[in-house]
């Protein structure tokens, strides 16, 4: 059995939320909040229709604060949480970024563009926090199909 790793991290309110009181889940790892890919995604998640009792959870890289402007100017209306592990320790839990050398501009200029081994995934747990379906990002805007993440809603039998 897959079960999820407990986790403790701040929602975009600065409270401390546990990944437990989650499931059933549906936990989403964006990169760098406001980054283009990012904003593509949380498009796409306007348009998933999640079923009770499965709840959307956010994470990003990102501080409270960034998460605040990110839910007003992107998300809009979406029902979700949304945490902030702006140490990656969930990304790096579960295996949500490269194990190989940061890609050359990520060396350029000293603006901070976000973490560039920090892919993202994709989740579902069930109510048990078992894991029914998992998607881990390859490369950066690289995010299942909507069909198949609605599918994967679906099957999910509670």
Known sequence: MNVFPDFSLQDEDGYTRHSSEFHP???LWLRQLGCHYA???AAQLRKIEILDPIRMVVISPCPPSDARAFRRHQLGK???ALLSDTHLRTYQALAMRRQTRPPLWSYLG?????DPLQNGGIILTRPSGEIHYHYRSARAGDHPKSEDLQKAVRRLKL
């Open 25 to 27: 889940a549906l936990f």
């Open 78 to 80: 979406t029902a979700c």
């Open 110 to 114: 000293d603006r901070k563009l976000g």
């Open 39 to 41: 904003r593509r995604q």
